[in-house]
Structure formats: structure tokens, C-alpha cells
């Protein structure tokens, strides 16, 4: 039981690439989230999943996209990426009404 | 969106002292957690705790929704409670996090 795993852990892109981070869980929970922790704040909310099939912006949703296809599975998606989307990515579900964080990506954006 | 406010926001310790930590929030919420995100970035579930008191062996939270406050309590504190520790409220669609508190226990 892995809970929720986070792939890549590291990535250094340039300005104007594209990447997509993977989120997955094996804990059949329906809400899952994307946040991003900048130094000396906390974590905002970019966007979240109610279902497999749904989407819905959170609090600083632009340059981001997400899909969830798969209820195990959410993808963030950087199409061009800008150095103010330097920041640690985590993913998290919700289970019992607790939020179960994954380890996060660590992604610089020179 | 709501606000969330953590006090202080850097705390230094000598090991065995007891400490409390405060997270303010500006609007009625049905959901409260606290959070422990440890030095290699770990971010660990404390306490879902919307309301009312609860104690997890050295530490324990209340909440008193009616005041928008919540408290954190850690007793005889340890080097390993290093690290940040966050209040996040709201509801599960949008739970909004503070800035945290950063606890430093020097043995």
C-alpha cells in the first residue's frame, strides 16, 4: 500500500518547456488535489478532482492544466513553463476528511 | 477565501519544554487539520479537528469553532518535533493553509 506517489521527484525545465507530473493512489479515494508550497508559505490549492472525469480550478490555477481520466491517477500539466512556477508540487486525497499528502516534486524552472 | 493566520511564526526549544501554537481562521469552517511537515519535506496528517479536543500521545488540539481558533499543544517536546508545522481550514474543496510555524528543539 504506497498511498500517494508522486513521479518525477526532481525536474529542471526551461523557461517555455512543457512537463506533466503524475499523481497516484491505491486508496480508492475520490478527491485528489495539486498544491504548490513556496518558501516562507504555506500551500495553495491549484486545482482538484472530485471524481474520475471532473476538474476544478482552486486558488492559482493559471498555467496549469490537470487532467483525471483515471480515478487513481491526476495529472498536472505545465504546457509553458515560467520561472515563477518554480516551487515544490504536492499531491493529496482526502480519506475520512484528512488530507494524505504525497512527497512532493521539487521543479525549477531557469 | 478564507484566511488563516499561524502564531509565532518561529518557535525555539529547549527538549522537554511544552509549547502551544495558535492558528486564527476569518470565516465559519467544517473542516481543520494540522499538519506536521518534518526537515526531508514530509508533509504528515496531526488532527482532523473542526471542533472540540483530541490527544495523540504527546500532542493534542482544540478547536473552538464559534471563536475561529484552533491550538496546538505539544508536551515534553523532542528534537524530532522539529520543523513546520501547518493549520489548514476550510472545507474539502478548498482548504486553505497558513504560513505555518517553524519549531526548532535543540537537545
Known amino acids: 500500500n504506497a498511498g500517494v506517489t508522486q513521479t518525477p521527484k526532481f525536474r529542471v525545465l526551461k523557461t517555455g518547456q512543457s512537463m506533466t507530473l503524475l499523481c497516484a493512489q491505491d486508496?480508492?479515494?475520490?478527491?485528489m488535489y495539486w498544491y504548490r508550497q513556496d518558501p516562507g508559505m504555506g500551500l495553495r490549492l491549484i486545482h482538484y478532482s472530485v471524481g474520475e472525469g471532473t476538474t476544478a480550478k482552486g486558488e492559482v490555477p493559471d498555467g496549469y492544466n490537470v487532467s483525471r481520466l483515471k480515478k487513481q491517477n491526476f495529472l498536472l500539466g505545465l504546457e509553458s513553463a515560467a520561472p515563477s512556477q518554480t516551487s515544490v508540487y504536492f499531491c493529496a486525497t482526502v480519506g475520512g476528511a484528512s488530507l494524505h499528502f504525497g512527497n512532493g516534486t521539487r521543479l525549477t524552472v531557469t | 477565501g478564507i484566511q488563516v493566520e499561524q502564531s509565532p511564526p518561529d518557535l525555539i526549544l529547549q527538549e522537554g519544554a511544552n509549547s502551544t501554537l495558535r492558528c486564527n481562521f476569518s470565516?465559519?469552517?467544517?473542516?481543520l487539520q494540522w499538519f506536521h511537515q518534518n526537515p526531508w519535506g514530509q508533509l504528515i496528517n496531526l488532527f482532523y479537528i473542526p471542533s472540540g479536543t483530541k490527544q495523540n500521545g504527546r500532542l493534542s488540539a482544540t478547536t473552538v469553532a464559534t471563536e475561529r481558533y484552533s491550538l496546538l499543544y505539544i508536551s515534553s517536546s523532542q528534537t524530532t518535533d522539529s520543523g513546520v508545522y501547518f493549520c489548514a481550514a476550510g472545507n474539502n474543496n478548498d482548504m486553505r493553509f497558513g504560513a505555518g510555524t517553524r519549531l526548532t528543539v535543540k537537545p
Open positions: 470565516d465559519s469552517v467544517n473542516n
Open positions: 486508496m480508492n479515494h475520490e478527491y
